[in-house]
């Protein structure tokens, strides 16, 4: 096989030296929006508190099977972000280092994976697209496993458009064949980008005696990786969080809008899968820099599909099923109600580079055929400063306004205060935390009490000493409960409550009781601090 060289056939106003200087500024202007992002230390908001709960022991174990909040995340990201909180304590900046090395990761390498295919303005366009998108950069600093699933990505197709320009060299084959699997325990969908990569590889090296050999080293450990990861952990949580995508009465308290159910295709109807289609390709999917439902995306997608259009007339037909492959095992799963295509761009921000590529690419295209030089220059210069501005307004948008809800911040700033033990005070205690007692039997399974676990152990520390029902000392004693006409499974039992006032009386006299109301009246953020103090019977 011959090197394939990156295209070079889109002329432009630009010299190569301005080229270059742009392509780097937007690579910086990339870095620089998600470091401000988290330096900003937004507080947690609820989809981050769910998952974040799960680190709160800081046990390796703990994240092992099915997860607490009824959440889903590959094993590998978990015990990372577990060695996180181990080292670095329990804080926002912890959990959410290593997303955010993902997301610095993520701007070089597809820089790097951009260069492999096209060279001056495509690769221009391509890397300012990819730098500014929001979605990119706002789960580049989010406790979810997201921007790993992009870096996952990125760093599989870059070794694989390595060995397709340059086949002699086997470093990047062999370099997918390590990498392989641990990708999928590090990323859900790694199995798509990996499996694509598997199919196109496949052709080309079945002639080649040791690249053969490297092909099937990779598929084994692929297989072998998946099957490991699958068993200890992926497995059992979706086996319990049917939720996701089925009806399921154990969650339907908590769940009335099903997670996955409307980003699978409507097979048994055609009727609506053509239309389907066509919503989920034009909505947040393709939603780069920015986009919506109902079309909000449908500039982005033409342009991917002139930029497919472009890659396959100049004879670049394995990069482009490198890039397409992966969306095709995406829609195979979703078929088969195992993981969703579409609606939501954090689902499939791992296809993001080979939409960015390709939009990018189609955007050179179409700027080319502007036949006055005068025209030519001023869209793309209009074009340049628009990505520009999409990222310098993201940063001056997170800075003027560092949270998601407001009702973060009074939750993170009541928090603060609330768990500060200050000398000569009794004895704060969480009662179901450190005492291991749960007065509203699904309360700690779902909603904002992952948040109030949260906040306490940033705010708090882990756990003091056992306390007992004859101790020494006064105490705070401190139950979390939210308004039960808000969230139906949050129901008081009162035998459980009953019997632990009957067990504190023994060495203990109730000596008041304060309630604080934070964001009350607000549905779904209102939570509420009941504490009761405590003195030791003479």
């Known amino acids: 096989m011959k090197p394939v060289e990156p295209l070079k056939v889109f002329p432009s106003e630009l010299s190569p030296r301005r080229l270059a200087a742009a392509t780097l500024f937007f690579v ?8 401000v992002r988290y330096l900003l230390c937004f507080p947690l908001w609820p989809d981050e508190g769910f998952l974040a709960a799960n680190f709160v022991s800081g046990e390796f174990g703990a994240v092992l099977g099915p997860l607490a909040y009824h959440q889903v995340a590959p094993l590998y990201f978990l015990w990372l972000e577990v060695l996180a909180v181990r080292l670095l304590g329990f804080s926002e900046y912890a959990l959410r280092l290593f997303p955010l090395i993902c997301g610095l990761f993520g701007v070089l390498v597809f820089r790097r994976l951009a260069g492999l295919v096209c060279r001056g303005l495509p690769l221009l366009l391509s890397v300012g697209l990819f730098a500014v998108s929001y979605y990119p950069v706002r789960h580049s600093v989010e406790v979810k496993p997201y921007s790993v699933d992009l870096a996952v ?64 080293f990779l598929l084994a450990g692929l297989i072998a990786g998946f099957l490991l990861v699958f068993t200890l952990s992926t497995g059992p949580q979706l086996e319990r969080e049917r939720w996701l995508r089925e009806a399921d009465p154990a969650t339907s308290s908590f769940n009335r809008d099903q997670a996955w159910v409307r980003t699978f295709p409507p097979l048994g109807e055609p009727l609506r899968l053509l239309p389907w289609l066509l919503r989920i390709h034009t909505g947040l999917m393709f939603a780069y820099p920015n986009g919506g439902h109902n079309g909000g995306s449908s500039l982005t997608f033409l342009l991917f599909l002139i930029g497919a259009v472009v890659l396959w007339r100049r004879g670049r037909r394995r990069f482009l099923a490198l890039f ?10 979703a078929a088969l109600r195992r993981y969703p295509y579409g609606y939501s761009a954090r689902f499939n921000l791992y296809l993001a580079p080979s939409i960015c590529l390709l939009a990018g690419l189609g ?6 055929a502007i036949p006055s030089r005068a025209w030519h220059r001023g869209v793309l210069w209009a074009f340049l400063g628009l990505l520009a501005l999409a990222g310098l307004a993201t940063a001056a948008i997170d800075i003027s306004r560092p949270y998601k809800n407001i009702e973060d911040v009074r939750s993170r700033d009541f928090a603060r205060g609330f768990w500060r033990n200050r000398p000569g005070e009794a004895r704060t205690v969480c009662v179901y935390r450190d005492l291991g007692l749960e007065f509203f039997p699904r309360l700690f399974e779902w909603g904002h009490s992952s948040r109030y676990l949260c906040h306490q152990a940033v705010f708090r520390g882990p756990p003091g000493a056992p306390v007992h029902p004859g101790g020494g000392e006064p ?6 409960s939210v308004p039960s006409e808000y969230e139906p499974y949050a129901v008081r039992d009162d035998d459980a409550w009953n019997a632990w006032l009957r067990e504190m009386s023994v060495g203990y006299e109730l000596i008041g009781h304060r309630c604080y109301e934070v964001n009350p009246g607000v549905p779904s953020h209102h939570e509420t601090y009941d504490v009761y103090e405590f003195v030791p019977r003479s």
Do not use: K, M, Q
Request: some cysteine; charged content about 15%; glycine content about 6%.
């Open 363 to 368: 955007a050179a295209r179409l700027l080319v």
């Open 153 to 216: 990505s990125l760093l599989l197709l870059v070794l694989a458009a390595a060995w397709l320009r340059r086949p002699e060299r086997r470093a990047p084959l062999w370099g997918l064949v390590l990498f392989c699997p641990v990708a999928v325990g590090l990323s859900f969908p790694a199995a798509f980008t990996a499996g694509g990569v598997a199919a196109v590889l496949l052709p080309l090296v079945w002639r080649d005696g040791p690249s053969r050999r490297a092909w099937f």
């Open 475 to 480: 105490l705070r004693c401190v139950v979390f």
């Open 324 to 333: 397409l492959v992966p969306f095709a095992l995406t829609f195979v799963a």
């Open 28 to 35: 910086l202007l990339g870095l620089a929006v998600r470091l």
